[in-house]
């Protein structure tokens, strides 16, 4: 019965048992029924995590002008240290366009091995150009958040440079996410003032700034401000505790 039936429990299978006059309890079927293996195939997750190196995930989204045109964006993301190996901007996204778009991000052999993207049209006949290439094509499950990579760098994409900036034409477009592109790759430099140890609210206002990766942020104007809010903060703190011992504000 545990054979023919593989979705039925160990109470299903008693409850049947007990309706054909066999008085067994529910531990005894539990104890000789089938044991099913699993499947010997990897998860997803553990799939990604073994060839994260060779794989490259790609995506549209859209961008609207100021003049209510609408531009695609094909994004094209290294998995292995999330960096930016390609962007490109069009208004109109054919197949042709997109084959040509993926020869540029990937020149002289450095295709990966597989590439992941979802059942957009535009990669519906790219299939020659992916496989001359040696590229294996992974398509995401429709409705689903399979490509959550390249759907998180989209997100970034749009909050931290597309929702402050007006976009005129495609050419600008371009240009604005070449900086970006270049902005996101480059890894955070690490200077004397983040090696030195800081008070809580001045780990507070180093978290919250927004040019933490620009090596040029910190000058000595601002530096000599904080300086000056330690000591206030410092002042503050002798106050409240040893008010005799405090000096003057």
């Not at 010997?40 to 997750?45: H, V």
């Not at 490259?56 to 002008?65: E, L, Q």
């Not at 190996?85 to 069009?90: K, L, R, Y």
């Not at 957009?120 to 150009?129: E, I, L, M, Q, R």
Request: some cysteine; overall charge positive.
């Amino acid at each position: 019965m545990s054979d023919a039936n593989p979705l039925w429990g160990a109470p299903r299978i008693h409850g049947e048992l007990l309706k054909i006059g066999i008085d067994v309890s529910q531990a005894t079927v539990a104890k000789y029924m089938s044991r099913r293996r699993r499947p010997l195939s990897p998860t997803w997750r553990t799939f990604l995590t073994n060839h994260t190196s060779q794989i490259a995930a790609a995506d549209f989204f859209v961008v609207p002008t100021v003049r209510y045109r609408l531009l695609f964006v094909l994004v094209i993301l290294s998995l292995d240290r999330r960096r930016l190996v390609h962007m490109a901007v069009t208004a109109h996204p054919t197949a042709a366009w997109t084959a040509q778009q993926l020869r540029e991000a990937f020149p002289n052999n450095e295709a990966p091995r597989f590439l992941l993207h979802d059942r957009d049209s535009a990669f519906a006949a790219v299939d020659a150009t992916i496989g001359g290439m040696g590229i294996r094509q992974l398509r995401t499950a429709p409705a689903t958040v399979a490509d959550g990579y390249a759907e998180r760098v989209i997100g970034s994409i749009r909050r931290e440079c597309l929702d402050h900036v007006l976009v005129l034409n495609e050419a600008g477009l371009q240009r604005i996410l070449a900086q970006y592109a270049t902005y996101y790759n480059t890894p955070a430099p690490i200077s004397d003032w983040q090696r030195t140890p800081r008070s809580p609210a001045r780990l507070r206002l180093d978290r919250l700034s927004p040019c933490r990766k620009s090596a040029g942020c910190i000058t000595a104007t601002t530096a000599a401000s904080h300086k000056q809010r330690d000591a206030r903060h410092h002042r503050r703190h002798a106050r409240r505790v040893a008010p005799w011992r405090a000096g003057s504000p």
